[in-house]
């Protein structure tokens, strides 16, 4: 399996706005569930959003919900995280991860074999 390519990430003002891709190389995302993950240092990685497979139902961390949107290119090969309003705290490595469905990023087998990507980095200043 071949990672996820994530892109789009950088230095910003809190307040400030970026948008996050996800990109397969060699396949279409449509249908998969895409989820965006991110690890601040020192912290565990943590699940941000997830777009579902099928009804393409949309998920968010109660840390973000209001601010970040995820959303599918009509390609289906590119997931998108638009973030707004961003703060310090959102500072992180931003990865994502496919999977069937988004439930099954609620159970540890997912991730043991998971391919995860570079990431990229969000700087969020203050």
């Known amino acids: 399996q071949l990672p996820l390519m994530e892109s789009g990430g950088g230095l910003v003002q809190a307040g400030g706005s970026l948008r996050l891709s996800c990109t397969a190389s060699r396949s279409s995302l449509e249908f998969k569930a895409i989820g965006w993950f991110r690890q601040a240092p020192g912290t565990e990685r943590g699940q941000v959003s997830c777009?579902?497979?099928?009804?393409?139902?949309?998920t968010y961390a109660d840390s973000v919900k209001g601010r970040f949107t995820i959303s599918r290119d009509k390609d289906k090969r590119t997931v998108h995280l638009q973030m707004n309003s961003l703060q310090p705290e959102d500072s992180a490595v931003y990865y994502c991860l496919e999977a069937l469905s988004c439930t099954d990023f609620d159970h540890w087998i997912t991730f043991q074999y998971a391919v995860w990507g570079q990431g990229t980095q969000v700087t969020v200043s203050s």
């Open positions: 777009i579902n497979s099928g009804d393409d139902r949309l």
